[in-house]
């Protein structure tokens, strides 16, 4: 019988992944000529710099009508604005501005990111590595600190995700935790030591923004200071989640292959301002340093080779909850994409190995 | 000790671009800057096993494909996280259109 997954950074499944060489292993990737992807990759200050600029005017002006607003219920529209750039669309420009690739010029994207962490509860030394680790080792069980559904998956959890309470309430005390100077055994596995005290750094400074606004609020007697900063993480994630989620859920694991682990899925213009092109997720995985804004580009030149894309995000989700549901009983079980004619087949020496099933060996 | 050895010729290499070159069971990146100058480092980031000959060169940094890690490709000083170990750089020179490096 397959032994349970070991999602732990420092267990079984990881020295499994490590024996197997599925750790660090060489990854598919679609043939672009060099010349092709040099143009996509070229960086641009241009198409960031307008989006952000967008996006602060939008935030101030949603933050605007929040305090104009307040206490009575034309307050609910700006809430509405204000949770989503706030608590959602935060997290592309943290993952855009943290592979460097959204600006040309670096300390627009350092900027950019440090602002979309504070916003996200996450500590931006501590998420820069565990995304570079998930880069390295998409989805390999034991290696990848982000997998959001673990199987079997926990429906109640994904459910409530959308609400940012167990993010929260997960986010703030891990930002506590390191402010104090403690980081747990998974952090330490991905972060290097030489980087340790800079994530215990960047944990005291987003206490002490949190330790100020709470003050303000104190001092105003008002709400508005904490509505502004902080709980848009719990009212404002639903996007952010109805997206993020899709980019692996049902999906294999423990393959090389990102069309296997990796969902691309079309969606409307307004999602994809928030979400910044990363619906384009299997081309993402492949070249992470194609910036957002040419991953439509790359789409078109390389989706001959890829499964078809779900056309809407009610499709992919109507996809994936059977396979969600049948994982409850059978956790091996997962959505394999076809892929069309015109494209490479999977590597199956790689993709038919179990190493769940080696664990019971 | 010196050991000269013939890398590419010049033009294999595009301005601001960097190419591949393998030479005893080694890899290194051949760059050529936007100033038409030639530079060299080990072909590996130093953060993990990616090839930096399919990164992107900008100005004087080399960027991994693989966590975007830069470099500066002249000096091979790592620019920051996720490279906190800078690159090893070989010193070079262009003889009748040839770019040798000097991996002694």
Redesign the interface.
Known sequence: MAKKRDYSLVGESTRLAIETGLASAEWYHTDVPRKTMKELMQRSDGPAIRDTIIWIVAILGSAAGIVWFWCTWWIVPFLFVYGVLYGSSSDSRWHECGHGTAFRTRWMNDIVYHIASFMLMRNPVQWRWSHARHHTDTIIVGRDAEIAVMRPPDLIKAALAFTGILDFRYSLPTLVRQAFGTLSDDEKSYIPEMELHKAVTAARWHMVVYAATIAVAIALGSWIPLVLIGLPRLYGTWHMVLTGLLQHIGLADNVTDHRLNTRTVYMNPVSRFIYWNMNYHVEHHMFPMVPYHALPKLHELIRHDLPVANPSMWHAYREVWPVLLRQLKYEDYYLKRELPPTAKPYRGEFHDLDITAAAAE | MAEWVEACSVDDVDEE?VIRFDHGGRTFAIYRSPEDAFFATDGFCT???AHLA???V?DDII?C????G?FNYKTGQA?G??V?VNLKTYPVKVEAGKVMIDIG
């Open positions: 671009d953060h993990e096993k399919e990164g992107l900008i960027e494909p693989k966590h975007n830069r620019k996280a996720p906190c």
